[in-house]
């Protein structure tokens, strides 16, 4: 018998909107991130340019949720570098 | 087509705004923001000044600042729809770093260049280049029948908030 798994809540907040989706807790972060990525429609071929944050931390993309310690209800930043220009 | 819906006061204060670094040859840089339609258009009602470093040939953000804007997008329950920059003299293209360095690759996100440190007529994008994002890192000029068609100044949203982060 499959064993259950406890979903958790994240609040994933970019320039592009915001997520709020159910993800296993041993769901890598790089996972997250593409999902969240998807769901923003931002371009992958950008992928290495974000990251996720939570509160002051950027979190390892191949760490998983929970062995990051991110509880449910958590909200979550989808970053880049700030914008710049110039020559 | 998606279009964009500018209240006269965002750009007002984008113009403003974009002219103070201009008179001391600065660039300066601007963000939209703003809510999609139910027909997928864009109302832009909000425009962010986020603390930056000002020079005559390059413009960055603050990493704080940025952060606080994401925090104000998700409050207001907005979205980032434009980045504007102004450009010293002479140069309309934009360089690597402005292709790489916008606040979000979303397909459709608009990055408008001001020439002449903003010290030009900003009654309507006409004078600018404007570009947009299509996935695979291109950003596809705007001619200038297109800018006039699908950016319109118009007033019919009220809350225009200026936000100084």
């Known amino acids: 018998m499959a064993q259950e798994q406890k979903l958790i809540t994240l609040t994933i ?42 509160q002051q931390t950027r979190l390892e993309e191949e760490k998983t949720l929970e062995e990051l310690g991110i509880p449910d209800k958590a909200q979550l930043y989808l970053e880049t570098q700030p914008p710049a220009a110039g020559q | 087509m998606v279009n964009f819906y500018i209240s006269p006061l965002v750009l007002k204060a984008t113009d403003k705004y974009l002219k103070r670094g201009g ?6 840089l601007v963000l939209w923001a703003g809510r999609r339609t139910q027909n997928g258009d864009y109302c832009v009602v909000t425009c962010y000044f986020p603390s930056q470093h000002h020079f005559p040939a390059y413009v960055e953000v603050e990493e704080w600042a940025m952060r606080e804007v994401l925090s104000q997008l998700y409050l207001r329950k907005q979205i980032l729809v434009a980045q504007i ?80 982060v």
């Open chain 1, 13 to 54: 907040i970019s320039a592009a909107g915001t997520l709020e989706e159910q993800f296993n807790p041993h769901m890598k972060v790089h996972a997250v991130k593409v999902r969240a990525m998807a769901h923003f429609k931002i371009d992958p071929a950008t992928a290495d340019r974000y990251w996720l944050r939570y």
């Open chain 2, 23 to 28: 008179k001391r040859s600065l660039e300066s």
């Open chain 2, 85 to 164: 920059h102004t450009h010293p003299p002479g140069i309309t293209s934009p360089s690597e770093t402005d292709r790489l360095r916008v606040s979000i690759h979303r397909e459709g996100f608009i990055h408008i260049i001001v020439p002449n440190y903003g010290l030009i007529p900003l009654e309507s994008l006409l004078h600018c280049s404007v570009y947009e994002y299509e996935t695979g890192e291109r950003w596809r000029p705007l001619s200038a029948g297109e800018i006039k068609e699908r950016f319109i100044i118009d007033d019919h949203e009220v809350d225009v908030k200026r936000c100084r």
